[in-house]
């Protein structure tokens, strides 16, 4: 168990819905990055936040957005859903914003869009 | 820019066999860091090595080595004993030491293991 939690484990919705990917960070990393898995792209970063602010971006779509809140923990809102958004989507957490810490990952959400 | 190449997609080894997992990186900086993580069939992506770029050493963890070789810009893994628990996706990764964009981690393929009894 790392530490990282997520919810839901799965999400089934169709498309032109939106959903929201939830994540609570390691207890005391500051850091939260959001990856997008799937089988033609791999994994893929898609944003990242420190303490509550955006530090960087991946190839997310504008479609998707996300948060870091107070207490540290991120969602990810996805809109506009199509078929190709079908995924395994990961949060990982770690101490400081630099890549030289590890990341940990949280078990995933898989969203399935119909 | 980051790049990290798994050139063998799928690997089968039957059980105590010794297995080496490839891994060849590219990046302009000097300062940087390596990873594997183990992605078994349940889904999560577990966290098994960092290594700096300063560290040649290679390291030691039970069944796992890690080896580093700067010349060749590669980090090979090596399972001694395999066993059937071992069967997973592994990932090598690369993150570069600052903050922004380059503190995310850019995966390679990954390579999928199959150990049998």
């Known amino acids: 168990d790392s530490g990282v939690t997520q919810t839901p484990k799965h999400l089934i919705t169709a498309t032109g819905q939106r959903v929201t990917l939830r994540c609570s960070p390691r207890s005391g990393d500051l850091s939260v990055y959001w990856y997008q898995q799937s089988l033609d792209q791999g994994l893929q970063f898609l944003i990242q936040?420190?303490?509550?602010?955006?530090?960087a971006k991946g190839n997310i779509l504008e479609r998707f957005s996300a948060q870091q809140f107070p207490d540290l923990h991120s969602e990810l809102n996805l809109s506009s859903l199509e078929l190709g958004d079908s995924a395994l989507y990961f949060c990982a957490s770690s101490v400081g914003e630099a890549g030289t810490y590890e990341q940990y990952f949280g078990p995933g959400t898989r969203l399935t869009v119909t | 820019a980051q790049k990290v190449t798994q050139a063998q997609t799928e690997i089968s080894v039957v059980e105590k066999e010794d297995v080496t997992l490839d891994c060849v990186y590219e990046?302009?900086?000097?300062?940087?860091?390596l990873f594997w993580y183990k992605q078994p069939p349940s889904g999560e992506l577990v966290f098994l090595i960092r290594r700096n770029s300063f560290d040649e050493q290679n390291e030691i963890s039970g069944r796992y080595s890690w080896n580093f070789q700067k010349s060749t810009s590669s980090f090979n893994f090596t399972i001694t004993a395999s066993q059937v628990v071992d069967s997973a996706v592994y990932f090598c990764?690369?993150?570069?030491?600052?903050?922004?964009?380059?503190?995310?981690?850019?995966f390679g393929k990954g390579i999928t293991l199959s150990v049998r009894p």
């Open positions: 936040y420190y303490n509550g602010e955006e530090r």
């Open positions: 990764a690369l993150s570069e030491a600052y903050t922004g964009a380059n503190s995310k981690l850019t």
């Open positions: 990046t302009r900086d000097t300062t940087y860091y």
